[in-house]
């Protein structure tokens, strides 16, 4: 199967893989080309900024919680329809899940879908350094392809000549581009990460000055023969969980708006194609969920950062609670934990009521209270798994979560912090509220498990 790509890392986070991969897909865009993107990890924030440079809904690509095969099916799935496949890693090339093995690296991932890499290298105040500096990355795994690299933040002319002349001659590495600093291609962060692309303004304007940046210093020509000479991927059999589509049994309100925006979209097609109506749930406008809806699904995202207008809408948090209260299945995750509690307190040490099903409040802090990879395991049956699984995800939270009663859980905690270091999944009637975030290939039952308490409720 022949599938152009092109896998973008960086030596390190922050090394500017982001703004070079978003400004790579815009430019092969405004060239014509149909991209399709990719994220290695358990990311939910830059592939939002995928999706607005492409035109196309970015897939996570994650070899800590998806085996190899689920990755080169996920791979080659989405790609159906796309000119090029570009694929941005995660932290450095070689990062991974520990110290030792490659588990959930960038470096794994692109070698499971055959990926040539292009290394994005920060050469700031460095010169000749960057030679020994990026043929490290190359030596340490010949098996990796590293195509080249694109030396990013590079000073004055003659500071891109030395770099560039150092890397091509003494590590004997082809330089696709020498990139300048420039506030222009900055893109402002936030305490989880960038800011979803959801709240950028002028977001046309910004992709189109990181592609006129890519275009000008980078040799997209030369990304694109690379790309088009990747070796070619064996064909593979389509999960069933996606191409065995049944008619829709139940009606699943999903909380999508600025507030709610963190979901893995295979989470989304799987449900949809397992008898899910999906229906787009606004927390911030809606006056009250839909009558014939069977069950909810609450993902992550901001909730703190919209805590007050979260808080005005009072009747859709009223509704949202006779739903929890009548038995009907509700999963949420991370930020629809906090939202499902009692309050939310912010950073400036405002209290914002929230829906008050959950016996619990939750406080934003200065530092991480979590982050990583999970596993849990099920200590009781729940409305997405049954006792005795295992369940591998991802936390990543600044909140912390304040009991005012005993809690029942769903999950103790192998690897990873949940909600009190020892448990998560926070279980109430049929509702289900975890900081693990789970993405479906991971653990594929969460699916069919949800959705037959949904249906078992409904008949």
């Known amino acids: 199967m022949d599938i152009p790509r092109i896998l973008i890392s ?71 329809g796309a000119d090029i496949a570009v694929i941005e890693g995660t932290m450095g090339l070689y990062d991974s899940h520990n110290a030792v093995d490659a588990k959930g690296s960038t470096a794994e991932v692109s070698k499971v879908i055959k990926a040539p890499v292009i290394l994005v290298a920060n050469v700031e105040r460095i010169s000749r350094t960057a030679a020994p500096f990026v043929l490290g990355y190359k030596l340490f795994d010949p098996s990796v392809d590293i195509a080249g690299v694109v030396l990013n933040r590079v000073g004055n002319p003659r500071h891109a000549y030395k770099a560039k002349t150092a890397v091509e001659v003494l590590a004997k590495m082809r330089v696709f581009g020498t990139v300048p600093r420039s506030q222009s291609i900055e893109i402002p962060e936030r305490h989880l990460g960038l800011i979803p692309a959801y709240e950028k303004d002028k977001l046309e304007q910004l992709f189109d000055n990181l592609a006129s940046i890519v275009e000008e210093h980078i040799d997209i020509d030369g990304i694109l023969e690379v790309a088009s000479n990747a070796p070619e991927i064996e064909e593979v059999p389509l999960n069933p969980l996606f191409s065995e589509p049944r008619e829709p049994k139940v009606t699943l309100g999903v909380a999508r708006d600025v507030a709610f925006t963190f979901y893995y979209q295979d989470n989304l097609d799987a449900f949809a194609a397992q008898g899910a109506r999906l229906v787009p749930i606004d927390t911030l406008h809606d006056s009250a969920l839909p009558k014939d809806l069977d069950a909810l699904y609450i993902g992550g995202g901001f909730p703190e950062i919209m805590a007050e207008q979260l808080e005005r809408n009072q009747r859709l948090r009223q509704s949202i609670y006779d739903f929890c209260a009548s038995g009907k299945p509700c999963y949420a995750e991370c930020g629809g934990l906090m939202y499902l509690g009692q309050s939310i307190n912010t950073r400036d040490n405002h209290e914002y009521e929230m829906v008050g099903f959950l016996p619990i409040a939750t406080k934003m802090e200065a530092k991480f209270q979590a982050l990583g990879y999970v596993k849990n395991l099920a200590v009781r049956d729940n409305p997405i798994s049954r006792s005795g699984d295992l369940l591998v995800g991802h936390e990543f939270h600044y909140s912390k979560v304040k009991a005012f009663e005993k809690l029942t859980f769903a999950y103790r905690v192998e690897r990873g912090k949940g909600v009190d270091g020892t448990h998560d999944g926070i279980i109430k009637g049929n509702t289900l509220a975890n900081y693990m975030h789970v993405h479906v290939l991971s653990y594929p039952s969460m699916v069919n498990n949800f959705l037959r308490v949904a249906e078992k409720f409904k008949n």
């Not at 035109?55 to 689920?70: A, H, I, P, Q």
Request: hydrophobic fraction near 35%.
């Open 10 to 80: 960086g030596t390190s986070s922050r090394a500017g893989k982001t703004v070079i991969s978003i400004g790579l897909m815009r430019a092969l865009r405004n060239r014509g080309y149909k991209v399709q993107p990719f994220k290695v990890g358990p990311d939910f924030i830059d592939p939002s900024y995928h999706l607005f440079a492409t035109g196309r809904v970015s897939r996570n690509l994650d070899g800590y919680m998806m085996r190899d095969e689920d990755i080169l099916e996920t791979f080659v799935r989405n790609s159906k």
